[in-house]
């Protein structure tokens, strides 16, 4: 059966520290691939993006991400961590370009001081 | 670009009544998803559709849930009767056709039924 799986429920990392967050999935064939991150009580806003090429990928905010073929993972990356990056990060995978996002749980990240 | 737009961003209804949640995509993109986040199930995917035609329905819950688009700038969930269990945050997303678009979320409609 697809899925994605977010290994790490809850992360805690100090600010400025880096920061690495895995996703695995289970699809057929390479999938298109995300990261969204959502503040309490807001939306979803996209981190990043995979469709091909690169398998480096960069977002907003300093993240950025790698697809491992592999590995079949997709794992989010910062190399120092500020205070607002605290917030619940989503990986979500689509099997093509004319289908819906399946999300996983999520992971939840505390910065400290 | 206003972005995706829902609206109420807050609903609180009784128990059994009719509630109707509505959304306006982003102009052009020609795909519409309804999601419904809990703490419990996470985000799942209730229907989508592509050029106002459903395509996939198979996550809406029961036959409380109904979706309609009736056109490309408008869709609309609505659950009738409405039960506590359905409390949740409502999110609708859009998305442009091909390779290389992202899925964009609207703020959510935070949903309490009690």
């Known amino acids: 059966a697809q899925s994605v799986t977010q290994p790490d429920i809850h992360i805690t990392v100090s600010e400025g520290a880096s920061l690495e967050l895995r996703c695995n999935y289970s699809y057929g064939a390479t999938p298109y691939l995300f990261w969204y991150v959502q503040s309490p009580g807001q939306g979803l806003q996209l981190l990043l993006k995979?469709?091909?090429?690169?398998?480096l990928v960069q977002g907003i905010k300093g993240f950025e991400a790698e697809f491992k073929r592999s590995q079949s993972s997709f794992n989010l990356r910062k190399p120092s961590v500020h205070w607002s990056d605290a917030a619940e990060y989503f990986c979500a995978v689509a099997p093509g370009s004319g289908y819906a996002l399946n999300f996983g749980k999520g992971t939840s990240l505390l910065v400290t001081p | 670009d206003a972005g995706v737009i829902q609206s109420p961003r807050h609903e609180v209804t009784e128990m059994g009544q009719e509630v109707t949640l509505r959304c306006k995509p982003i102009s052009g993109h020609d795909y519409l998803f309804w999601y419904r986040q809990t703490m419990m199930r996470g985000l799942e995917l209730l229907i989508y559709?592509?050029?106002?035609?459903?395509?996939?329905d198979s996550g809406m819950p029961e036959d409380r849930f109904s979706a309609k688009m009736p056109n490309a700038s408008f869709s609309t969930l609505k659950i009738q009767p409405s039960e506590p269990r359905d409390s949740a945050v409502y999110f609708c997303a859009s998305r442009g056709d091909g390779t290389g678009y992202g899925y964009t979320f609207g703020s959510g409609t935070r949903l309490t039924v009690v």
């Open positions: 995979y469709f091909s090429g690169d398998t």
């Open positions: 559709f592509n050029n106002n035609v459903p395509i996939d």
